[in-house]
């Protein structure tokens, strides 16, 4: 059985070269910057927090100044802020910034000391997802160019882990104090500052092994046409609407088949065959036989971005009809699209071109209903409509007659008849011949 406990990558060991103090379930490492200080100026204390859990957790920082400098002379070091709440979310990593204030005739020495108390809150039951030493490596090449950025600065940084207080409920660091003068006034204020969160993440395994039980529990079983087919559909007219190109009812209600095809896919009865299945949709099958523990795992595009939507904020999860049919359409159109060239390729012999340009053709699809931008007859027939036809009675709506459906849809195309022209000539000639197949599974022909 492959191993699926969790270990995210160790962003804080990352920084600091590998040492922590932990309290509870995070884990945290101070810094003051800069570390030798002129008095009469203004530096920061900085504490990085990584979160070890999947639980929310409220970490609370108390910061803690020299009472005297070295001349026994009491509030040098003054801040308006000594105390901050910080509301991490599942496995978060970040840091607090504390401006802290050293008065001009703060004494030279270098053997200051402050330290910051650190109180953590889980809420629920926390299960860790990050080892009580570590995490799991860092590959810079999953993070923006913003957050490696940010961590090469705090690399530059001399953190410290040293315990401090009698039950080491603290942490503690050192800095020197240099003579100076008062300098410009800085107006610093307290700062958080995320620097990793999963839906920050470009690691996808992540992601499914953090959701893996509630896309098992929770999404895959609400991937029914019983209640997503209306709503698909309501929202397929919408969304070409906006387009500029109106629908007429069957073509909308042959595309949301195509939709609605897709996400049945993701739990496919294990006594049916379809030949034109692909195990990529299988999310069911995914998940069952274990996360891969490297590469990118295959998986329909309308599930990694509802993934990342719901990493960002776990409450969508609670309305899967809604997410899908409104937050993710247009990565579920790519899906639909790419499956739709296939299906053509597989059933009338017709180069379609190569799979990056399909890829790069299904993606502009999915962005133009997005964004509302025009389609035209070609981004509705190629590819969505023809794979429609091809498997369209395999979700038959209640009440509905293919046949009449199969007449309908040759109607649509006749009345479509004025589109014609060398451009979309083969779109025309493709759809001819699928519908006369079709028609004469049933019993009947194109005229």
Known sequence: MPDNTPNYPDILGY??????????????????RPRVVRAGRVFETIILIQNASDSEVDAEVTLHLPELDAKKKKGRFVTKTGRLVVGLRPSEVGYVTLPVSCLPDTAVSDSYKLSMNVESKPQGKPRRVRGADGGGDVTLSYL??????????????????????????????GFSVMSGSLGQIVNLKPEWVSLWTLSDHLDDRLLLERYRDMLLNTIIPALNRSRLLNPLLEETQL????????????????????????LEMASPREDAFDYLS????????????????????????????????????????????????????G????????????????????????????EQYAEQLGGLLNDKKQVDFTHVYMPLMLGG???????????????????????????????????????????????????????????
């Open 144 to 173: 923006s160019q913003e957050t490696r950025d940010r961590l090469e600065e705090l690399k530059k940084l001399t953190f410290s882990t040293a315990k401090s207080g009698l039950l080491g409920s603290g942490i503690e660091v």
């Open 15 to 32: 920084v600091t070269g590998g040492p922590r103090a932990s309290f509870g379930v995070v884990q945290t490492a101070l810094a003051v």
């Open 389 to 447: 036809v091809i498997l369209f009675d395999r979700i038959v709506t209640p009440g509905e007659n293919v046949g009449d459906t199969l007449v309908q849809m040759s109607t649509a195309l006749d009345e479509r008849g004025s589109e014609r022209n060398p451009d979309t000539e083969l779109i025309f000639t493709i759809a001819e011949q699928l519908l006369s197949r079709a028609l004469q599974k049933y019993g009947g022909y194109r005229p």
């Open 278 to 329: 692909e195990n990529i949709y299988n999310l069911s099958l995914l998940l069952k036989k274990g996360i891969p523990s490297d590469g990118t795992p295959d998986m329909p595009h309308w599930c990694r971005a509802l993934l990342y939507i719901i990493a960002r904020d776990e409450r969508v999860a609670s309305h899967p009809e809604q997410a899908i049919t409104r937050l993710v359409y």
């Open 331 to 358: 990565d579920l159109i790519r899906d639909a699209a790419l499956h739709a060239f296939n299906m053509i390729k597989t059933v009338s012999g017709e180069n379609l071109g190569s799979e990056a340009d399909m």
């Open 239 to 262: 969304r070409f609407v906006a387009s500029g190109y109106k629908l007429k009812p069957v073509e909308a209600l042959v595309i949301t088949k195509l939709l609605m095809h897709i």
